[in-house]
C-alpha cells in the first residue's frame, strides 16, 4: 500500500468481527470505493485472535452473533473461539476484503482537514519501527470498547508474597500446564464461567472466588429443533428460521426481565437449583441486583453446574483479604490454597483503539460528544464508530450500523456530497455513557472515556433491534441534525 500517493475513500480500522463485517457490507453494496483495513495485530479475528484461553467460546447463540449476510452454518449453538476466527477468516475470504488488509499498524492519531476534506492517519508500524501516513474521505473505526494491551487488574493485596502462577485470562500462557493442581479463578463473569469447567477437566480443583454472584442460564449446546427441520427444508431456510427464532427469544428475556424483573429472577435461580439439586447454597447464584442490570451469563449443556456436581470445582463468595505464600486469605478468615491464581477480572475499557482524534486541530474527545444513532459522533465529519449491543448480539447492532454507513455513503455520492456532519442542539448531551444501563464493574469504571448518552433521538442509544431496524434501515438519510457538505472540485466518493 503506497501511503503517501493514494487517497482512500474509506479507511476501517480493526480487522475483527465489526471491521471484516463493515469491510463486507462495503463490497456488496459499494464496490466502487476504494476501501483498506489496518489491523494493529498480526492476524485478523479481534477479540477471538487475542482470547486463548482455554475453553473461550461466544457468551451468545450463533445464529444471532454471525452475521446477518452469511449465516452461521453449524448446529452448535455457542462456538469455541477458534471457530469463530475462522468463520470471520472464511468471511473476509469469500467477500474478497482479506487481501484489503494491511496488519501490524496502530493507528497513533486521526486529524480531519476541512480544507482538504480528508482524514490524515498517522499509524506506527511494529514490523519497521517507524511512522507511516495515510489519507482517506471517510473514516470507520471498529476497535470495539476494551483496550488489547491489558485487562482490568485491581491492586490484591498481598499479591507480591504470593509464590504460585498468577495469569490474566487476556495474556494466557501458551505453555501453562494446570494439571493436576489447584486452581483458583478469580471473577464471577462470561471469562470466568468459562474457564471453570475448561480447566476442571484435567486440574486438581478449580474454585470459582467471586464477590458477588452473576445470573447463569444453560441452554442447549446443540440446536436439536434445526437439526430436525434440517431433514425436510432447504439449509438456508433453517437458519434464517434459527436466527430470527433466536432474535425474538433473546429480546424476549431481555424485556421480561425489564418488566418482570422479580419473575425472570426467580426463573434464573430456579434453574440454577434444578441443575445443582435443593441441597445447593442457592445464595452464591442469587445476585443483589435485578436480572440484566448485568449481562447475563450463559453456559452450554450447563457444563459449569456438571463440574461442580462432580466435585471438581466450587463457587466461593467473597472478599480478598489478602493473597498468601499458598493461595488467598478472605476477610471471613477462610483459606483459598493456590498454584495457579486466575485473575478473570475484567476488562480494561479504550475506546478508538487509543487513538488521538481532532478537527483541524481541535480535540474530539468520545467522552465528551454524543453519538449520532449510535454510529456517527458528534461534531466529527465523515467518521463512523461501529459499536455492538450490550443486551443482545453483537453482531446484530453491528451489521445494522454497517448498513447504515453504505446508505449514508450512498445518499452522499447520489447527491453531491462530499462531507457529513452531525450537530447535535444545545443541551443535548447527558451525564451518562450509552452503555449506562449496565452497572457491571468494567463499565462504571470506563464511563468517562464512552460517548455520553443524549436526551432524544437520534441522538439516544436505544439497545432496542427493533427500533434500531427502523432507525437505520428504513428511516430517510437526510435529516436536519445532518450537515452536508457539497463536492468543490475535492472528487466523488464513488470514481
Keep these: 500500500m503506497d501511503h503517501e500517493a493514494s487517497l482512500l475513500d474509506v479507511l476501517i480500522v480493526g480487522a475483527g468481527l465489526s471491521g471484516i463485517g463493515m469491510a463486507c457490507h462495503l463490497a456488496m453494496d459499494q464496490p466502487g470505493l476504494k476501501v483498506a483495513l489496518v489491523e494493529r495485530r498480526a492476524a485478523m479475528g479481534g477479540t477471538w485472535d487475542l482470547f486463548r484461553y482455554p475453553g473461550v467460546r461466544s457468551d451468545s447463540d450463533m445464529f444471532t452473533f454471525g452475521y446477518a449476510f452469511r449465516p452461521w452454518h453449524a448446529l452448535d449453538v455457542m462456538a469455541d473461539g477458534e471457530s469463530i476466527r475462522r468463520y470471520v477468516i472464511d468471511t473476509a475470504r469469500e467477500y474478497g476484503v482479506a487481501d484489503k488488509i494491511h496488519y501490524g499498524l496502530k493507528v497513533v492519531s486521526a486529524s480531519w482537514s476541512s480544507e482538504g476534506r ?21 473514516l470507520v473505526v471498529c476497535t470495539g470498547y476494551y483496550n488489547y494491551d491489558r485487562g482490568y487488574l485491581p491492586a490484591f493485596p498481598g499479591i507480591g508474597l504470593y509464590q504460585g502462577q498468577c495469569v490474566h485470562p487476556q495474556q494466557w500462557p501458551d505453555d501453562l500446564d494446570y494439571r493436576g493442581r489447584r486452581v483458583v479463578v478469580i471473577g464471577s463473569g462470561a471469562t470466568a464461567v468459562t474457564l471453570v469447567p475448561a480447566l476442571a477437566g484435567q486440574a486438581a480443583h478449580v474454585t470459582m472466588l467471586q464477590r458477588s454472584p452473576t445470573y447463569i442460564l444453560s441452554l442447549p449446546r446443540y440446536d436439536k429443533i434445526s437439526a430436525l427441520l434440517g ?54 447464584f442469587t445476585p443483589a441486583y435485578p436480572p ?17 456436581r462432580s466435585g471438581k470445582a466450587s463457587v466461593v463468595t467473597g472478599e480478598i483479604e489478602t493473597f498468601t505464600q499458598h493461595g488467598l486469605r478472605l476477610r471471613s ?47 466529527t465529519p465523515n467518521f463512523a464508530c461501529i459499536f455492538g449491543y450490550t443486551n443482545a448480539p453483537w453482531t446484530l447492532k453491528a451489521d ?36 449506562a444501563t449496565l452497572t457491571s464493574g468494567y463499565v462504571q469504571r470506563g464511563a468517562s472515556v464512552l460517548p455520553k448518552q443524549g436526551r432524544d433521538l437520534p441522538w439516544r442509544v436505544l439497545n432496542n433491534y427493533e427500533r434500531d431496524r427502523e432507525l437505520l434501515l428504513k428511516q430517510p438519510v437526510q435529516d436536519q441534525a445532518l450537515e452536508f457538505g457539497a463536492m468543490e472540485g475535492g472528487g466523488a466518493l464513488v470514481r
Excluded at 440484566?292 to 461442580?308: E, K, T
Excluded at 445494522?400 to 443535548?428: F, I, K, S
Design 400 to 435: 445494522l450500523a454497517a448498513a447504515y454507513v453504505c446508505r449514508l455513503l450512498a445518499y452522499m455520492r447520489d447527491h453531491g456530497a462530499a462531507v457529513v456532519t452531525p450537530r447535535a442542539p444545545m443541551g443535548e448531551r447527558q451525564d451518562e455513557s450509552i452503555m
Design 231 to 284: 431433514r425436510v427444508l432447504p439449509r438456508p431456510l433453517v437458519f434464517r428460521m434459527a436466527r430470527r427464532r433466536n432474535i425474538f427469544l433473546t429480546r424476549l428475556i431481555y424485556k421480561a426481565a425489564r418488566r418482570w424483573p422479580d419473575k425472570v429472577r426467580a426463573f434464573l435461580v430456579n434453574g440454577v437449583r434444578r441443575q445443582l439439586g435443593p441441597d445447593t447454597d442457592i445464595r452464591h
Design 118 to 138: 480528508q482524514w490524515r492517519l498517522r499509524l506506527f508500524d511494529g514490523t519497521r519501527g517507524e511512522t507511516r501516513v495515510l489519507a482517506c474521505r471517510f
Design 292 to 308: 440484566w442490570d448485568q449481562r447475563l451469563c450463559v453456559v452450554p449443556d450447563g457444563d459449569l453446574f456438571a463440574a461442580i
Design 333 to 379: 478468615g477462610e483459606e483459598l490454597a493456590a498454584d495457579i491464581v486466575v485473575t478473570a477480572t475484567g476488562l480494561e475499557m479504550q475506546t478508538l483503539g487509543g487513538m488521538q482524534l481532532d478537527v483541524d486541530g481541535q480535540p474530539r474527545m468520545m467522552g465528551e460528544l454524543v453519538t449520532y444513532k449510535g454510529v456517527l459522533l458528534q461534531d
